[in-house]
């Protein structure tokens, strides 16, 4: 009787190593569009929004891995995950791709990613300069029109409206902001999120006084 062979078992790596973001600027601009849009699909149950985090596309193989700065999947649950694998979500890959580029990541982000990203199927790839390193404007996207990536129109005043994630991009002052495209509701930063709190309080407490 022949033994089995043994089989190692494959292992797709968590992290990189690498750090999360470019810049402290970068960070802060890749967790509020990870933040909105979570809160945009709050309601939603079988659509999942997350960042940072390895994208595997092709079972069997570590290498094929891409880690987007943002993204979003339709069709599948809100659960936690360590890695995403393509074949463990029903082959099911992201929608709408994000990446907070700068200058030292141009190449990547303009040819490398838009390739891979394009040939994943991935509908629409946002591009956000939040230094405005090398884009003018700073927000650039694209959509998949017949299997190849077509650059998606801006509106006048330069917003960028994802038809997959009803989400209207924007730039607001230095920053960006993401508001639903249906609704025009604005969706707050942390700190913005806290203030309202806060004068909703001290409104509260100023109501109960007696005259």
Do not use: N
């Amino acid at each position: 009787m022949s033994a089995i062979p043994f089989q190692r078992e494959i292992v797709y790596p968590e992290s990189d190593g690498e750090p999360m973001a470019e810049t402290e600027f970068h960070l802060d601009e890749t967790i509020y569009l990870i933040e909105a849009l979570r809160e945009r699909f709050r309601e939603t149950p079988d659509a999942y929004a997350c960042g940072d985090m390895f994208l595997y596309f092709k079972q069997g193989d570590p290498r094929s891995v891409v880690s987007p700065d943002v993204f979003v999947v339709k069709g599948v649950s809100k659960r936690k995950r360590r890695v995403y694998k393509f074949w463990e979500e029903r082959g099911r890959g992201p929608c709408l791709v994000v990446e907070v580029t700068s200058d030292s990541t141009r190449d990547e982000d303009l040819v490398r990613k838009k390739s891979l990203y394009e040939r994943l199927g991935i509908e629409e790839y946002v591009l956000y300069d939040p230094l405005g390193d090398y884009l003018e404007p700073r927000i650039q996207g694209f959509r998949l029109i017949g299997g190849r990536y077509k650059p998606i129109s801006p509106a006048a005043d330069g917003s960028l409206i994802s038809r997959t994630a009803g989400v209207t991009f924007r730039m607001e002052g230095p920053q960006i902001r993401l508001v639903e495209t249906a609704s025009g509701r604005s969706f707050l930063r942390y700190e913005e999120a806290m203030d309202r709190i806060a004068h909703l309080q001290t409104e509260s407490e100023k109501s109960r006084k007696p005259d």
